[in-house]
């Protein structure tokens, strides 16, 4: 999901669960869920070109901090899940939320 219209916020902060928007790259300005950090990367997934089974990773600091999901055992009951294709159908919806509360917030 590219949409460059998004608030600013800072690169530091980044952990499981945080929304994320690429920096860099070819995924540049996309907006993703980071799934995990190890090092100083992150695995991020968006339930449509980066599925949850294959996680895109990225280096933290090609990446900016939008926010963070409000309850961090989503993730948990998501990969709990049976399906893939309900996985990442969670993960489009948690997304979605968020860009819509964002723009709504805009609207007033």
Excluded: C
Aim: hydrophobic share 35%; net charge positive; aromatic share 8%.
């Amino acid at each position: 999901m590219k949409t460059p219209f998004l608030p600013q916020t800072d690169k530091t902060g980044i952990e499981t669960g945080a929304i994320v928007r690429s920096e860099a790259g070819h995924d540049r300005l996309g907006i993703f869920i980071v799934l995990w950090v190890q090092g100083d990367y992150a695995y991020l997934a968006d339930g449509r070109s980066r599925l949850y089974e294959k996680p895109k990773k990225k280096r933290i600091r090609h990446m900016r901090k939008l926010a963070t999901l409000p309850e961090k055992q989503v993730l948990d009951q998501i990969s709990r899940l049976g399906d893939a294709g309900q996985r990442n159908a969670a993960l489009r919806k948690l997304l979605r939320q968020y860009i819509d509360q964002v723009y709504k917030k805009e609207e007033l």
